[in-house]
Every structure is written in structure tokens, then in C-alpha cells.
Nanobody, 125 residues
Framework: QVQLVETGGGFVQAGGSLRLSCAAS????????MGWFRQAPGEEREFVAA??????NYVSSVKGRFTIYRDNAKNTVYLQMNSLKPEDTAVYYC????????????????????WGQGTQVTVSS
């Protein structure tokens, strides 16, 4: 069993930055694919970024602005968000799935087995 806890959300003006953290307990994350998703009010959950082995992928709307990375020693995955826009406003969730194949990931939320509780990010214009 893996427990995920997101932190780092908050209120920021457009153009600002935030760093989200997803800390895991219960298992070592090094053998897990990790994803970040977000959900705005009234919208479907949206894939944001994923990291698995040496593979990293982003939704096109955040490429060049967001960076996903992991610190296996701290058992934590991060999402550095720069140049934030009002349309980035959402609850951000991290997700995990143990993989036997390094580099396997999915942009589909149903593929992941574990989820955090989410952290709110609000970007004002």
C-alpha cells in the first residue's frame, strides 16, 4: 500500500511559480510510475505530467513551463510550475502505479492505483 500526500499548492498571481510535492510512504517510489493530474471546477480530470524510469511526458499546455522530477532518497515527486496562468487553476493530484517495466506510464487516470488527496492551486489574472 502506498500513501501519497501532496503539498505546495496556494494562491499566486499570473506569471508566478509554485512547486508541488508528492511525498510517499509505505513503499519506495523508485519502482513506481508517477503522474500529476489536475481537475478544475466543472471540468474533467486532466493529465499534466508523468515520470517513469527515464521517461517524462507533459500535456502540451504545460510544456516549457512545468517540470516533473523525483528525489528517490526523499521518496518524493515534485512538479515545478513556472509562468503560471489563470487556466492552470485546479486541484492537483499525484498518482502512482508500480511498474515492472521502467518507462511505462499512462496519461489515463484509471491506470494508476494510488492517489493523493489533492492540493489547490489558484492563479489570479
Amino acid at each position: 500500500q502506498v500513501q501519497l500526500v501532496e503539498t505546495g499548492g496556494g494562491f499566486v498571481q499570473a506569471g508566478g511559480s509554485l512547486r508541488l510535492s508528492c511525498a510517499a510512504s509505505g513503499r519506495t517510489l523508485s519502482s513506481y510510475a508517477m503522474g500529476w493530474f489536475r481537475q478544475a471546477p466543472g471540468e474533467e480530470r486532466e493529465f499534466v505530467a508523468a515520470i517513469s524510469g527515464g521517461i517524462i511526458n507533459y500535456v502540451s499546455s504545460v510544456k516549457g513551463r512545468f517540470t516533473i522530477y523525483r528525489d528517490n532518497a526523499k521518496n518524493t515527486v515534485y512538479l515545478q510550475m513556472n509562468s503560471l496562468k489563470p487556466e492552470d487553476t485546479a486541484v492537483y493530484y499525484c498518482a502512482a502505479r508500480r511498474t515492472s517495466y521502467s518507462g511505462a506510464y499512462s496519461a489515463t487516470g484509471e491506470w494508476y492505483d494510488y492517489w493523493g488527496q489533492g492540493t489547490q492551486v489558484t492563479v489570479s489574472s
